[in-house]
């Protein structure tokens, strides 16, 4: 309808939104003055406006009861929400409580992770044992299946012919070579 604009300057709130010149017809029927001020067309509708001659607009707010059809409960309700602008809140010992929770969940898992390897790991492991698993970044309980894709992807980082025959990559490859073949001989007497 009319294009208005809008003024966000409380202290001219009694001032006219718009220049009078400018402004549309009053909203009520039958007055011939401009329409200069705003006002909310309800209490659901505060971001809809009629436009009012200052006549109009002081009996429209002389009438205007935001509260006119609630209890009192609603009322405190609406006062309470509205020192938090209306917006949802969680109590400070909730998001602590919940978080607590992940917490301790996620320690649980960890420790019976934890508890889990060292049930799995035999009390004494031979230090050779011990070496060739830490050569090839292996956990204790292993199997034919990872061995050899473990060894695999480490061949493929440290072959001498990959790397330009570097000496230092040439005695770990042979390091590496070693321990597998010491690992798969464990596996066949097992």
Same mark, same amino acid.
């Given at each position: 309808?009319?294009?208005l604009?809008?003024t ?7 001032a006219?939104?718009?220049p009078?010149?400018s402004?549309p017809?009053? =909203? ?10 705003k006002?909310?067309?309800?209490k +659901? ?20 009861d ?18 938090t602008?209306?917006?949802?809140t ?5 998001t602590i ?15 019976s992770?934890?508890?889990q390897?060292r049930?799995?790991?035999p009390?004494?492991?031979? =230090? ?5 698993l830490?050569?090839?970044d ?21 072959h ?5 025959g570097?000496k230092?990559?040439?005695e770990?490859f ?15 007497? +097992?």
């Open positions: 309808m009319y294009d604009p809008m966000g300057n409380r202290r001219r709130d009694f006219p939104h718009i009078p010149e402004a017809p009053c =909203a009520v029927s039958g007055c011939t003055e401009h329409g200069a001020y006002a909310p067309i309800s +659901d509708r505060l971001h809809d406006y009629q436009w009012y001659c200052l006549e109009h607009v002081r009996e429209h707010n002389q009438q205007w935001f509260f006119g059809g609630m209890s009192t409960a609603e009322i405190e309700q609406f006062m309470k929400e509205a020192v602008g209306h917006r949802p969680w109590s400070r010992e909730a409580k919940a978080t607590n929770a992940k917490l301790y969940e996620k320690l649980e898992e960890f420790l992770m934890t508890s390897r049930v799995n790991t009390p004494t492991l031979p =230090a050779k044992l011990r070496k060739a830490a050569t090839l292996l956990d204790y309980p292993y199997d034919n299946k990872t061995l050899k894709s473990q060894y695999r992807a480490l061949v493929k980082k440290f001498p012919d990959v790397n330009k570097s230092a990559f040439e770990q042979k390091q590496i070579t070693a321990s597998y073949n010491y690992l798969a001989e464990q596996l066949k007497k +097992d």
